[in-house]
């Protein structure tokens, strides 16, 4: 089975200030790793995944995550916010060997002040 | 092109009701996911079609959930006996297959409030 925590359930920031949310998983497989946005009154869509190869991974709208094996994170990353970035953020995994199910943290509420 | 789609966008009804929740999956996706989202948690998986069978149901909390997808598109979830405890936002998703790799496009989800 898999777990997925996320540390803060919401972080405050001004803008153009970087921005860190922090991701950890549990898993007793190999999985893939995931992180969507969820802005208001919007559906989820996929800011980036890691699937192999370099653990820095780089998506949509200026996020970067990056991929730590050995500390089971996944921490989301950009390092200037705009206002236009406040949403709630989920960090999800799916195990590689059997299905595409994704296991889903609580979520993170970036709140992104003027 | 059109994304997922779901209907209605909000419903309510009464405990003990029979309730059915649409998805329109983007065209030729093979995969179809639903997912329940209750308030200040993470989506939870409850079942995904891969082309019209049921691959894993192992998500759905009890016989009184049902889902089906006749001919490989269109899904309904269908909730009987309702309980104030189904209220939920229900969220359906598709992709090209059912590979860990392929990407999970969601729809805008449902609102069901049990009264």
């Known amino acids: 089975a898999q777990s997925v925590t996320q540390l803060d359930s919401q972080v405050p920031v001004f803008e153009e200030a970087p921005v860190e949310l922090r991701c950890n998983y549990s898993?007793?497989?190999?999985?893939?790793l995931f992180w969507y946005v969820q802005y208001p009154n919007q559906g989820l869509q996929l800011l980036l995944k890691?699937?192999?190869?370099?653990?820095l991974v780089k998506g949509i709208n200026g996020f970067e995550a990056e991929f730590n094996k050995s500390q089971t994170s996944f921490h989301l990353r950009k390092p200037s916010v705009h206002i236009s970035d406040t949403a709630e953020y989920f960090c999800?995994?799916?195990?590689?060997?059997?299905?595409?199910?994704?296991?889903f943290g609580a979520g993170t509420i970036l709140r992104v002040k003027s | 092109g059109a994304g997922v789609s779901q209907t209605p966008s909000n419903k309510v009804t009464e405990k003990g009701k029979y309730v059915e929740l649409r998805c329109d999956p983007i065209?030729?996706?093979?995969?179809l996911y639903w997912y329940r989202q209750s308030l200040g948690q993470g989506p939870e998986f409850l079942i995904y079609?891969?082309?019209?069978?049921?691959?894993?149901d192992s998500g759905l909390p009890n016989d009184r959930f049902f889902a089906v997808r006749p001919e490989g598109s269109v899904s309904t979830l269908k909730i009987q006996r309702t309980e104030r405890g189904d209220s939920a936002v229900y969220l359906c998703?598709?992709?090209?297959?059912?590979?860990?790799?392929?990407?999970?496009?969601f729809g805008p989800g449902t609102r069901l409030t049990v009264l």
């Open positions: 998703a598709s992709s090209l297959g059912s590979l860990g790799t392929d990407t999970q496009y």
């Open positions: 898993s007793s497989v190999s999985v893939y």
């Open positions: 890691y699937l192999s190869g370099s653990t």
């Open positions: 999800a995994v799916s195990p590689m060997e059997y299905g595409n199910k994704l296991v």
């Open positions: 065209s030729g996706h093979t995969a």
């Open positions: 079609f891969q082309g019209t069978g049921a691959a894993d």
